[in-house]
């Protein structure tokens, strides 16, 4: 499974982005998704995950109520809405696919798949 991120830019804080993640292969929609982030001189680490159903979804405790992931199996695309963003979003994102892993989608290890990122900037 190949992974294309997309949608991000530099937005002001408060604004909003909607990255998208597309996969190559139909097979996507039995793989879970999580999406992560870099900052520059920090570990990666996880922003959000969703089941291969859309019933589930987990969130890092410093996005939650301001980002949304989601998926459209029909187009093989998760997307993460990103609402009120901070400086401190301030990374690049990846989306990553998994078969099997850990409830909280957390775990870095448990994803074979991985996208090549997608700059977000927030300016102050």
């Known amino acids: 499974v190949q992974l294309q991120a997309s949608g991000g830019g530099l937005v002001q804080a408060g604004g909003s982005l909607r990255l998208s993640c597309t996969a190559s292969?139909?097979?996507?929609?039995?793989?879970?998704v999580g999406w992560f982030r870099q900052a520059p001189g920090k570990e990666r680490e996880f922003v959000a995950g969703?089941?291969?159903?859309?019933?589930?979804?987990a969130y890092a405790e410093s996005v939650k109520g301001r980002f949304t992931i989601s998926r459209d199996n029909a187009k093989n695309t998760v997307y993460l809405q990103m609402n009120s963003l901070k400086p401190e979003d301030t990374a690049v994102y990846y989306c990553a696919a998994r078969l099997y892993g850990s409830t909280s989608y957390a775990q870095v290890l448990d994803y074979k798949y991985w996208g090549q990122g997608t700059l977000v900037t927030v300016s102050s």
């Open positions: 292969r139909r097979t996507f929609s039995t793989h879970a």
């Open positions: 969703i089941s291969r159903s859309n019933g589930d979804t």
